[in-house]
């Protein structure tokens, strides 16, 4: 598997969001999936996440304006769901899971592991901005326990040392 | 027993619509569309089909409710949320036949007379979403989604709809809000979705393993359905097993085999070394069962009769190795973390409750408080909140302080007796114990 990294683009350089034409023909095309304008926000603002890395209060703003809500309205939407990033994340999130199956088959011993060798806690991100930890609720695949989603991507039946692996793949790559 | 739901299971390109079609698939929605919708309905009435997303609701019932003169579109959703803890099927039917779950969305879709189906699935469930895009494309391709699907005149649309990280929209009415571009709260029932549900609109929302059930209820009939497992819990049943069994995962059996049959047989029964202590039967949110309990059958209506649910038939199985206390902590913190917050005996209750847990575990338990914890749980459930995680989490917690008392005066018995700076219900500033370290 080879997990894409995050590329957060600055809080300044968002300032003044504009979506161009590519972005513009995606949103018509949600459009009209839906009756209503507002049913769009969720899928729109996961457009602005793929292309920006994160929802900085300027993509808020654009999206607002976008869409015709207050960025008032869009910002509670979009921190209502844990997945919408409105801080900018590292290149890779590790996003252990922390629930009942994965916590009794060695997810745990996981994640104590992940905050050693990382030197950071739960929430987050090492100095140099490549890995951020994240404990996580039930990821839906308790059956290959202890689960880790880095970024989009789901890495289970986890060892320690299987995740150290990953880890130093994706840090050579960052 | 042959595999009906997981049968595409192992079989190479299994997801592609040839291997679907070779397989006789979409031939059931192929018969819905020579049928009334009326008839679709009173075929799935007949089979006896279940929901298969927590509450075992009558699914050809539920359709029914669904009002005939409506003017303008009605909706139906997938449910592909995913998210009570222990639950892992869903993925498991998408992963191997995603065109069984779109073939039983067109089926009810055209039962119900809607034109438009949404596909809410979870937002972690990425690879999964673009499987279900895939599969969609080909549909249509194919001329089995679009408009006038095989010349019958009926058109079906399906989006998918990815959500972004809340339990709560696993709920059919937060999953509604959720799909309108709101938060996700729940809505206060009657009116039930099936007569306003998303943008207004008679809405039916069905699970994935419901819908595909379908097409095979469908081409074998709903007399071959009916005939599998037991008188009102027909059909076969993905149980999805997890914890310390030695081959856990997904597997296909009868409704109604027992806990017994399902951990020792294909699971091959618990880890070398220790021995069964506790299971709950389906997800987190049903109340604990004891090891002495594995002979309940694994229906709706036997786990209901022993005082716990079916729901999703997530077997989370724990064995002599597990703290009960740290159990009923891990899970006060998922809820904790996955109310919504709109009512308060579930926002506040699920936090109390995981503080006085968290405090417990870490060695400061006091004698009242098991009798506290059954009392925040009397508050949030039985219908103090608009939806029922008030009870989600409220069951797990009384059902394991009341089942395993002995494990609670264990740690009362030794917890600190040196005076804690701090009144007992704020939170627990030291480190998380429940989980970490
Ligand atoms: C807190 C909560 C979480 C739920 N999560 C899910 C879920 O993840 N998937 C699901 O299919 N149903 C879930 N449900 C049940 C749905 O509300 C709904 O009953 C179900 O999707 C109906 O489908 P069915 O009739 O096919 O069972 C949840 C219910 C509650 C109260
Ligand atoms: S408990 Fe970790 S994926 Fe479900």
């Not at chain 1, 994240?134 to 040392?161: K, M």
């Not at chain 2, 002599?320 to 740290?326: R, T």
């Amino acid at each position: 598997m080879s997990t894409k990294p995050i590329l957060s683009v600055p809080t300044e350089q968002l300032e003044n969001t504009t979506f161009d034409a590519t972005m513009e023909e995606r949103i018509l095309e949600l459009l009209k999936r839906y009756p209503t304008t507002r049913a769009t926000l969720i899928p729109v603002l996961w457009l602005c996440q793929e292309r920006y890395g994160w929802l900085a209060p300027g993509v808020i703003r654009a999206v607002a304006d976008r869409l015709g809500e207050s960025p008032a309205y869009v910002e509670g939407v979009a921190t209502f769901y844990t997945m919408f990033y409105t801080k900018p994340p590292a290149k890779f999130v590790l996003q252990a899971c922390e629930t009942l199956s994965c916590a009794v088959c060695g997810g745990k011993e996981l994640l104590h592991h992940l905050e050693s060798r990382l030197g950071i806690k739960p929430g987050e991100k090492t100095p140099d901005g490549v890995f951020q930890l994240v404990g996580v609720q039930c990821l839906g695949a308790c059956g290959t326990a202890p689960v880790v989603q880095i970024n989009d991507d789901y890495y289970e039946n986890l060892t320690i040392e299987r995740l150290d692996a990953v880890l130093d793949d994706l840090k050579g790559r960052s | 027993m042959e595999s009906v739901l997981l049968r595409a299971r192992g079989v190479p390109n299994s997801r592609s619509i040839d291997t679907y079609l070779a397989a006789g698939g979409w031939s059931g929605f192929a018969k819905a569309l020579s049928m009334t919708p009326d008839a679709v309905v009173q075929e799935t009435i007949e089979s006896e089909l279940r929901g298969r997303g927590g509450a075992g609701f009558p699914t050809g019932r539920k359709w029914s409710f669904v009002p005939k003169d409506h003017p303008g579109p009605r909706y139906l959703i997938c449910n592909a949320d995913e998210s009570e803890p222990g639950t892992f099927k869903d993925r498991e039917i998408i992963e191997h036949d995603p065109h069984m779950v779109l073939e039983g969305i067109a089926i009810a879709s055209y039962a119900i007379r809607s034109n438009t189906a949404y596909i809410y699935i979870r937002g972690e469930f990425v690879r999964w979403a673009a499987l279900l895009e895939d599969a969609i494309g080909e549909a249509h391709r194919q001329g089995w989604l679009g408009r006038n699907v095989k010349g019958s005149g009926y058109d079906l649309d399906i989006w998918v709809h990815r959500g972004a990280g809340a339990y709560i929209c696993g709920e059919e009415t937060a999953l509604i809000e959720s799909i309108e571009g709101k938060r996700g709260f729940p809505r206060l029932k009657p009116p039930f979705p099936a007569v306003v549900g998303v943008f207004g609109k008679p809405t039916v929302v069905n699970n994935v393993e419901t819908l595909a059930c379908l097409p095979h209820i469908l081409t074998k009939g709903a007399k071959w359905f009916a005939s599998i497992g037991r008188p009102k819990n027909t059909g076969t049943k993905l149980y999805c097993v997890s914890g310390h069994v030695k081959r856990p995962g997904v597997y296909e059996l009868p409704m109604g085999v027992t806990f017994r049959e399902i951990i020792e047989g294909p699971c091959g029964g618990i880890r070398e070394g220790h021995t069964l202590k506790a299971f709950f039967p389906g997800g987190s949110s049903a109340p604990v069962m004891r090891a002495s309990e594995v002979d309940v059958r694994a229906d709706f209506d036997a786990c209901a009769e022993a005082g716990t649910m079916l729901g999703s038939g997530g077997v989370i199985v724990l064995d002599d190795s597990v703290d009960m206390v740290e159990t009923a902590a891990n899970l006060a913190h998922f809820y904790a973390h996955e109310s919504c917050g709109q009512c308060t005996p579930c926002r506040e209750g699920s936090d109390w409750a995981r503080d006085i847990l968290d405090r417990i575990v870490a060695g400061h338990g006091r004698p009242a408080d098991p009798e506290t914890l059954l009392r925040i749980c009397r508050f949030a459930s039985q219908g103090m909140t608009i939806c029922p995680l008030g009870d989600a989490f409220s069951l797990p917690i009384s059902s394991i302080v009341k089942k395993f008392p002995e494990e609670f005066e264990r740690h009362i018995r030794a917890a600190s007796t040196v005076p804690q700076k701090k009144l007992p219900v704020l939170p627990w500033a030291g480190s998380r114990p429940g989980f970490g370290s």
